[in-house]
């Protein structure tokens, strides 16, 4: 079992800037590609952006790319997304998920996943 725990979420003001964490515990997070999703009121769970278990490789959905960086620190067992220029389109609960092996695009295949924190764009 992987126990994710996210914070950092708020509300700012357009075209501000947050940074989201995710703290994972239980079994070792090098194995682990992470990804954030997030979900607005009454809309379906979205992919953000992703990374593989190296940092390597990373992925972006196309409404947030240049504007949010993912990372991770395996000696911290963290990953984070810095968000930039922030939209209120942006406004959701976003979630960290963890699976093993490479990472994609699609929620169904990530099998741990934190509770959410919430962020607000206010206009």
């Known amino acids: 079992q992987v126990q994710l725990v996210e914070s950092g979420g708020g509300l700012v003001q357009a075209g501000g800037s947050l940074r989201l964490s995710c703290v994972a515990s239980?079994?070792?997070?090098?194995?682990?590609?992470m990804g954030w999703f997030r979900q607005a009121p009454g809309k379906e769970r979205e992919f953000v952006a992703a990374?593989?278990?190296?940092?390597?490789?990373?992925y972006y959905a196309d409404s947030v790319k240049g504007r949010f960086t993912i990372s991770r620190d395996n000696a911290k067992n963290t990953v984070y997304l810095q968000m930039n220029v922030l939209k209120p389109e942006d406004t959701a609960v976003y979630y960290c998920?963890?699976?093993?092996?490479?990472?994609?695009?699609?929620?169904?295949?990530?099998?741990?996943w934190g509770q959410g924190t919430q962020v607000t764009v206010s206009s």
């Open positions: 990374i593989s278990w190296s940092g390597g490789s990373t």
């Open positions: 239980g079994r070792t997070f090098s194995n682990y590609a």
């Open positions: 998920a963890a699976r093993n092996y490479i990472p994609t695009m699609n929620p169904v295949e990530y099998n741990y």
